[in-house]
């Protein structure tokens, strides 16, 4: 086992849940490699709600919240307001941030309040077994559009960014060392970072999103498609002068007055 | 009985609202983090702490809506601040879902519904006790919860500061179930100069689980809503350890419930009949029993101002036949856990019991489970306004004749 993820995870819990191929392994090991190169172990509280992805920080041996459907974020928030000088990470979903949490990713988002959010996206509800997700792409059969998607696909940097995110990304599994640099980036940036990881989910989504159910054939093709220009990728916004949450409410008499 | 500031300690009394002797209360009690979303009856906690939080350097959110609300105050908590959240029957119900993780991860957290009439938009200015089962069984799950039931803005005060040391020491949601006339009624009351909790928080004998490790402490705790072990590892696929998990969560009160029961008897030393009251219900009821054992004191008025509402009971002449009735009140500040070995024990000499609610009849049908010695006669009163003491007498009379009590009314001690 690698050193440094030995050092970092809850060994009794281990295997981890995840399925053979699945892309949340890449993601935690991005976010250990970012906590670890700035040294803030100590510092860092994880929040996630409920799916596969909100599963990664379960694994990590430091503070965390495994929370509820949707609400990762008011429960990160409420952390962060009691000890405002600490850095909260939140793990979420496409289903968990879009979908019943979404009411909360605009609120956090127009606060900007200073939580470093990793949405994991995979385009599917992956634990529940395979049902659409308000990400998953237009047309798609899966097991709660077996006729196809009629929904558009919804943009969660998009929505991030019009919503006052002052740190919006977005990677794919097949760019582990930006993933975790941009990782270390949102969290020393102090405001409302949003990075989207494109994640693969080889056995609930694979055949039917990318034609495989091959792991790395559809990194493969993440790599391919982000080259082109196909996928977006890469930091869509980073501004440090927009005035975050904590340091605008006021927390003293003489504040207040 | 745990948490209730000393006599000693009271300073000068003011004159307060319901909602801010809460929000005054949970200061006092070193609540420094609230989160909340506007709902009447309930906004005046809400805008005072929306005021006074940042003065003491707490931290107040309105946050986005009353599921966020209740959230945030389980994340604050893991933070390491005392929190509490406060709402009426419609956010509490968004609320439910929350709860139910605050009770299986077992957070301290204090919530407080100012009832409203329901169902769903109901009566929104207007008086009920209809949420009475939704505290107790509102989240899906097995689990206890506790819940006080303050009647007057003293009760608001001193029950919100219990609500905290409760919550630490049982490590469990809290709701206070207060209602619009106890919110909204203004009376003296007396706080105190400091924060009193009553005991400390003694974990030897409770639970199954360590005191609640917050965060940045070192612990490396895994707040886990699956069931799970000492460490925060999932159970749930477990049968074994999940039905213990069950089993202790639930006993973690249900086992302390008279430690936690906190009930009332007046004028019971002699009573065959007696009535069972909670929250501003009791106010009237106790009107009544004074009235009938002749000891009100127009003057003295239990110590509050007298609405409209009580004016009118106290203006009907007295019928001899009030004046006979040996009638107790028992009021009950604790409904949950039930209160059940404190009630069989006020009530082994009552042949007659009289429940009345601001409800269809929810809190009867607990005590007419343990107490079937008893003749128990549900009273209930929807529509948004309370029982009269004149109202509660008259039925206490007509019970009686019901039940074959006539004789009672002309016996003496």
Redesign the interface.
């Given at each position: 086992m690698n050193e440094l993820y030995a050092s970092y995870v809850r060994k009794g819990m281990l295997p981890t849940l995840f399925c053979p191929g699945c892309g949340n392994g890449i993601v935690l090991n991005a976010a250990i490699g970012a906590i670890d190169r700035l040294g803030i172990r100590k510092d860092t509280a994880c929040v996630s709600g409920i799916g596969c992805s909100s599963w990664i920080p379960c694994y990590l041996d430091m503070d965390v919240v495994h929370g509820i459907h949707g609400r990762a974020l008011p429960i990160a928030q409420g952390l962060k307001l009691a000890a405002p000088e600490r850095h909260v990470l939140v793990f979420t979903g496409d289903g968990d941030c879009l979908a019943i949490g979404g009411n909360h990713l605009i609120h956090a988002a127009n606060r900007n309040i200073d939580l470093t959010v990793l949405m994991v996206n995979n385009y599917i509800y992956g634990m529940t077994g395979g049902q659409k997700s308000p990400a998953t792409p237009k047309n798609m059969v899966t097991k709660t559009s077996p006729y196809g998607t009629t929904d558009i696909s919804v943009d969660g940097c998009r929505l991030a960014i019009v919503m006052g995110a002052s740190y919006v990304a977005r990677w794919t599994t097949a760019h582990p060392l930006e993933l975790e640099k941009s990782i270390a980036r949102g969290i020393r940036h102090k405001g409302f970072s949003f990075i989207e990881i494109l994640a693969q989910c080889p056995v609930q989504v694979g055949r039917e999103v990318f034609g495989t159910k091959d792991a790395g054939e559809i990194m493969s093709s993440y790599k391919e498609r982000a080259r082109s220009g196909e996928i977006e990728i890469g930091v869509f916004k980073d501004l440090s002068d927009i005035p975050e949450y904590t340091e605008r409410a006021p927390r003293s008499e003489e504040e207040a007055r | 009985m745990s948490g209730i500031p000393k006599e000693k300690d009271r300073a000068e009394p003011l004159v307060l609202q319901g909602n801010e002797a809460c929000a005054i209360g949970a200061l006092r009690a070193g609540c420094r983090?609230f989160?909340g979303y506007p709902i009447t009856p309930s906004t005046e906690v809400i805008e005072y702490l929306a005021k006074k939080m940042?003065?003491?350097?707490?931290?107040?959110?309105q946050?986005?809506?009353e599921?966020?609300?209740a959230?945030?105050?389980?994340?604050?908590?893991?933070?390491?601040?005392r929190?509490m959240t406060a709402t009426s029957g419609p956010g509490f119900s968004l609320m439910q879902?929350?709860i139910g993780?605050a009770a299986v991860t077992e957070t301290p957290i204090v919530i407080v519904d100012v009832q409203r009439g329901g169902p769903s938009t109901g009566q929104p200015t207007m008086s009920a006790q209809q949420d009475v089962y939704q505290a107790r069984y509102g989240s899906h799950g097995d689990y206890e919860i506790i819940a006080l039931a303050p009647s007057s803005v003293q009760e608001m005060y001193d029950f919100t500061i219990r609500a905290f040391g409760l919550s630490e020491r049982y490590r469990t949601p809290v709701i206070i179930l207060s209602d619009e006339i106890v919110g909204h009624m203004r009376e003296n009351v007396s706080v105190t100069q400091h924060t009193d909790e009553g005991d400390p928080p003694d974990r030897g004998d409770i639970g199954f689980c360590s005191p609640i490790a917050d965060?940045?402490t070192?612990?490396?705790?895994?707040?886990?809503?699956?069931l799970h072990n000492a460490?925060?590892?999932r159970i749930g696929h477990l049968p074994n350890e999940s039905g213990r998990f069950i089993a202790a969560l639930n006993d973690k009160i249900r086992v302390h419930a008279d430690e936690i029961a906190d009930v009332e008897a007046h004028y019971m030393e002699d009573a065959n009949i007696a009535f069972i009251a909670y929250g501003s219900v009791a106010r009237s009821a106790m009107t009544a029993v004074q009235l009938a054992r002749g000891v009100y004191n127009a003057k003295k008025r239990q110590g509050f101002s007298v609405s409209g509402i009580f004016r009118k009971g106290l203006s009907f002449a007295l019928h001899d036949d009030y004046r006979k009735l040996k009638v107790g009140l028992i009021k009950v500040n604790t409904l949950w856990p039930f209160p059940e070995n404190a009630l069989r024990k006020l009530t082994r000499h009552t042949r007659l019991v009289v429940v009345p609610e601001m409800n269809v009849g929810r809190y009867v049908r607990e005590i007419e489970r343990v107490l079937p010695g008893v003749q128990v006669l549900s009273y209930p009163k929807c529509g948004g306004e309370i029982h009269t003491p004149q109202e509660l007498l008259d039925q206490a009379l007509s019970a009686i004749g019901a039940e074959g009590m006539m004789e009672d009314l002309s016996s003496d001690e």
């Open positions: - | 983090f989160a940042p003065l003491v350097g707490g931290v107040f959110i946050m986005e809506d599921i966020g609300s959230c945030a105050i389980i994340g604050a908590r893991w933070g390491g601040c929190a879902e929350a993780f965060f940045f070192g612990r490396n705790s895994l707040v886990e809503g699956q460490s925060g590892e």
